[in-house]
């Protein structure tokens, strides 16, 4: 029998990313544009796989299935921006259904395409006001952590009368959970902080971590970044909060403000990648800002040695503490069994490739058992909180949801902050989420 020739379905190969061609003139072509989204969505449409996963695809498929010709070339150009709007790169297309990804000969990468398309959008202007403040989360931050404010600010987030105004004028939904704001931010709770632990490497960790703090974890929950300091330097590990930081600039990437991530770039990646040359380790506990760091900056400045530096230098917090387990570095004396856990794994954690290490890690602690929910929650950061998408971000949650009510488990949370409180609001039975970091430094009693 002879070898089968032409584009096959799946890959022997691993997926891989190619750079993101984001300063080429043709990136913001919009017929060029149109015509790769033609093209994707050809063939998305005849494999459908996807279509539990988030709106985009559903959309996509009613816009077909509803057109005169039951095929893509029946579907109006501009109703492609109806499946754009709906994506918020998650990336659990590219990296758990699609079978066409590169390698492979049709080269599909359905999240950067969208990522395109929202960049051409926005250099067109076609971007809502409510939009550019809910990705200016340093700007909003700063403004709404101020004492006093702080308070005002979160008072009125919780009174329908002022949820209704804000839907109103702002088009954030009256249903959607926001956000409190911390005027006693981690940066001061840690101000003056210094690590008594004399660093101690272990296979490819050099046993002192600089944390990114972030600007959620920093002025929106700093408890966990708290807890985080507490769990590494119980072993061993020396920390240090970077010494300042802007938001890493994923919220505009989703945005399409390709150039205010490399503002944000320019800010930030000379910092980390000093704190690399000074033997540092780098961590953040928003699996999206590590992503931002270990991928997306990557493939936007392939040829960057600082960013690349950077991105080597950058773990998601519990593949760090695995690594020193694994080097017989990780204090395995917990004092509290954690019970039955429901661990819901973000989505940007899962897309670094690097295993369930928070699972695992949660796992060794005595009498204590993990039930993981690998299924996207649909927060995304903005896209839950807006008008036109909460119902549909509510939807995506609820098998989520579903599963922590089944588990009835001691603990529930995720290693996206966000994440676990969507699905909190889900719920609504009032019990809160936990961050595993937090989870961990409960059974090492400290």
């Not at 395109?116 to 202007?125: E, H, I, S």
């Amino acid at each position: 029998m002879s070898a089968p020739t032409g584009p096959r379905e799946g890959n022997l190969e691993a997926p891989t990313r190619h750079p993101l061609d984001w300063k080429n003139p043709d990136f913001y072509n919009e017929e060029s544009l149109n015509k790769e989204l033609e093209r994707v969505f050809d063939i998305c449409h005849g494999c459908r796989r996807c279509v539990s996963l988030c709106q985009s695809f559903p959309t996509l498929f009613d816009l077909v299935d509803e057109s005169p010709t039951l095929e893509v070339d029946g579907v109006k150009k501009e109703d492609y921006w109806k499946v754009v709007d709906h994506c918020y790169l998650c990336d659990l297309c590219y990296m758990t259904k699609c079978p066409y990804v590169p390698p492979h000969d049709w080269n599909l990468d359905f999240p950067h395409l969208m990522l395109r398309a929202k960049a051409v959008k926005y250099q067109k202007g076609d971007v809502m006001t409510r939009d550019r403040i809910l990705t200016s989360t340093d700007t909003v931050g700063k403004l709404a952590g101020i004492p006093v404010i702080a308070q005002v600010v979160n008072a009125a987030n919780k009174m329908k009368p002022a949820r209704k105004l804000l839907e109103a004028v702002l088009g954030v939904h009256a249903d959607a959970r926001v956000p409190e704001y911390q005027s006693n931010t981690l940066r001061k709770r840690l101000k003056g902080h210094k690590s008594a632990n004399v660093a101690q490497p272990a296979g490819k960790t050099s046993g002192k971590v600089a944390l990114f703090a972030t600007c959620y974890m920093n002025r929106n929950e700093p408890a966990p970044g708290e807890d985080f300091i507490a769990v590494f330097e119980h072993n061993g590990i020396e920390v240090i909060l970077a010494e300042k930081e802007r938001c890493c600039g994923m919220p505009k990437l989703e945005l399409g403000n390709l150039e205010a991530v490399n503002e944000a770039k320019e800010y930030n990646i000379p910092v980390l990648a000093k704190l690399v040359d000074e033997g540092y380790d780098l961590t953040g506990l928003i699996p999206s800002c590590v992503l931002m760091f270990k991928q997306e900056l990557p493939l936007m400045y392939p040829d960057d040695e600082q960013v690349q530096k950077v991105a080597k230098a950058f773990y998601d917090p519990f593949e760090y503490l695995m690594l020193r387990h694994k080097e017989g570095k990780l204090n395995t004396d917990f004092k509290q069994a954690l019970g039955k856990v429901a661990y819901h794994a973000a989505c940007h954690q899962r897309v670094q490739n690097i295993g369930q290490k928070t699972r695992e890690t949660l796992a060794l602690v005595p009498d204590s058992s993990i039930e993981i929910i690998e299924r996207c929650s649909g927060h995304d950061g903005t896209y839950a909180v807006k008008k036109e998408f909460h119902e549909h971000a509510m939807k995506i949650v609820k098998p989520v949801v579903t599963r922590v009510q089944k588990a009835e488990a001691d603990h529930y949370g995720s290693d996206c902050a966000m994440a676990g409180h969507h699905i909190e609001h889900g719920l609504a039975d009032g019990r809160v989420a936990q961050h595993p970091i937090s989870l961990l430094r409960k059974a090492y009693g400290i």
